[in-house]
């Protein structure tokens, strides 16, 4: 007599028979089983995992950790930011305190007694080595001075120690000049003899008549005063362009000094007007002593 069996599986157990039966196909392709139903090795349930999570928590660490590192970094470098930003600031800072030292000087132009070459509260630049190595004034060149011993009385007593701070800072340009400071045009130099008549005469130097309607501020006369004088050796005759409203050389002469501007009290050659920038402009060197040329002192030098 035969027995129906159900046919085995391959893996030995009954196969699933009526209409619960799953195909092969079924079976593989399906859902994996919930972790809560799989089984360990040893047939029994797989425990169920904390709700804590600690391999997460532990990984949140890490990440919260990485992110901390990396605010850090932020900052750094926001840090290293602001220093190169102040490292640039002072190389710049000092770059433009040595070129007022020594080379490029501002000044503001106080009066009009330089009109019409250069107007009242204009910006110029003195050229500070515009007589270094050797150089000397030349007749005509617009200087920038200080008066001290020569337009204005030496102070009384030693310098003190913030007269001496004050002195620095206007080297280096963090100062206001000051009223020690002048600005007035070349008219003799070292050797040079200069002579007025008065109203209605030129200039001579050396004896050469000096035509100085391209700088004279109209209806000014060359001078309205009569003078007779030789430059001594290292030291500068000037004038203002602007005679009738100008103090300089002439205004001095019976003082101690005589009025001559001493060669180290120099500052610099004025050569631009640079602001307002409606009267930016060179200052050049006039032809009106080209005739002069030759007849003495170191005018002839450039």
């Known amino acids: 007599m035969s027995t129906h069996e159900p046919p085995a599986d391959r893996d030995g157990s009954p196969a699933p028979t009526g209409a619960d039966s799953l195909s092969r196909s079924a079976v593989v392709s399906g859902p994996e089983p919930s972790p809560e139903r799989q089984a360990t090795p040893d047939g029994g349930p797989v425990p169920e995992q904390s709700e804590d999570k600690p391999e997460a928590a532990e990984k949140d660490g890490e990440d919260g950790e990485d992110g901390e590192s990396g605010g850090d970094g932020g900052s750094e470098l926001g840090r290293s930011r602001s220093r190169d930003l102040l490292l640039l600031v002072g190389i710049c800072l000092a770059a433009l305190l040595l070129v007022n030292a020594f080379v490029a000087r501002p000044f503001t132009v106080p009066s009009g007694s330089m009109e019409d070459a250069l107007q009242p509260g204009d910006r110029l630049i003195a050229d500070q080595l515009a007589y270094a190595f050797g150089g000397h004034p030349r007749r005509g060149d617009i200087v920038v001075f200080d008066g001290v011993g020569s337009f204005l009385p030496e102070p009384a007593g030693q310098p003190g120690f913030w007269d001496n701070v004050r002195s620095v800072g206007r080297d280096l340009g963090l100062v206001p000049a000051g009223n020690t400071v002048y600005v007035k045009r070349v008219i003799g130099v070292s050797g040079d003899r200069v002579r007025s008549t ?105």
């Open 198 to 302: 008065g109203p209605g005469a030129p200039l001579t130097v050396n004896g050469v008549p000096v035509d100085e309607t391209s700088y004279l501020a109209p209806g000014d006369q060359p001078s309205d005063v009569a003078f007779d004088v030789v430059v001594p050796p290292g030291e500068l005759f000037v004038l203002g362009d602007h005679r009738s409203a100008s103090r300089d050389s002439r205004d001095h002469l019976g003082e101690p000094g005589g009025g001559f501007v001493p060669e180290d009290k120099v500052i610099g050659r004025a050569d631009w007007v640079v602001y307002p920038f409606s009267r930016l402009t060179g200052l050049d060197r006039p032809s009106a002593f080209t005739a002069v040329t030759g007849t003495g002192g170191h005018g002839d030098q450039g």
